[in-house]
């Protein structure tokens, strides 16, 4: 029994996509995005606090830059054949700024 459904999944994947292309799965995000926002405003209740927080420049300034240490030798490197050890690289660093901003979070929110 398990050897044909194995023999008949693939071909019954095939056959969903076949008039109009696989991309046509990700659709299912369409009503989603056009419902979420309706429903998150009906059922997410309201929530402000009587002192925000300031908007922290260093802090979103460490992160964007560890995403992009991080994302960019795994999504370009191997088109652009960045050896491995680049990669690793890129990753510590993405991991030390990561670590880093931490470390001065903690700080703040301690003093």
Known sequence: MRARAQRLEPGRGADRGAGTGWRSVFLVNVPVVL???FLAVRFVPESRSQRPEPFGRP??????LSLLTLLAPLTEGGAESWSLVTVAGAV???????VLW??????AVSS
Do not use: N
């Open 35 to 37: 419902i979420g926002p």
């Open 59 to 64: 802090g979103t300034v460490v992160l964007a």
């Open 92 to 98: 510590r660093i993405a991991a030390l700024g990561l």
């Open 102 to 107: 931490r470390r001065r979070r903690k700080a």
